[in-house]
């Protein structure tokens, strides 16, 4: 090594170590190599588009009775508002979560029309 700034470096005579060099010549002192760490990235989470899609579940699940249409909205508003949010982050990251806020959009969506359409038909039956 010639010219070399004083330090350690990997050793020419064993691979798995590195060596002192003192700027004019190797020394005796050898250390292990450091190992290289690697940084994992994790994808950026959509917690609104989770949200949204369990809402959507507990909204849908009750309008399979009859008097659970009733009920279906106190989920289904939340759900709708963080299918919303979860919609436009997941084009911030890269659409992450868009399948699961769709999916709560329209889980939420589906009872509050079905509550909206027998409001209708009792309004317009004379009920």
Request: glycine share 12%; hydrophobic share 50%; aromatic share 10%.
């Amino acid at each position: 090594m010639n010219n070399a700034a004083p330090g350690w470096y990997p050793d020419p005579t064993q691979p798995a170590t590195q060596r002192y060099w003192d700027g004019i010549a190797w020394t005796e002192q050898r250390a292990p190599l450091t190992p290289t760490v690697v940084q994992l990235q994790r994808p950026p989470g959509n917690g609104a588009s989770v949200a949204s899609l369990i809402l959507g579940l507990c909204a849908i699940l009750p309008t399979l009775t009859i008097i659970g249409i009733f009920i279906a909205w106190i989920p289904a508003i939340p759900g709708l508002i963080c299918a919303i949010v979860g919609g436009r982050r997941s084009r911030e990251i890269g659409g992450h979560g868009r399948v699961m806020a769709n999916w709560g959009f329209w889980l939420n969506a589906a009872p509050l029309m079905l509550l909206l359409f027998a409001q209708a038909a009792r309004i317009f039956n004379g009920d």
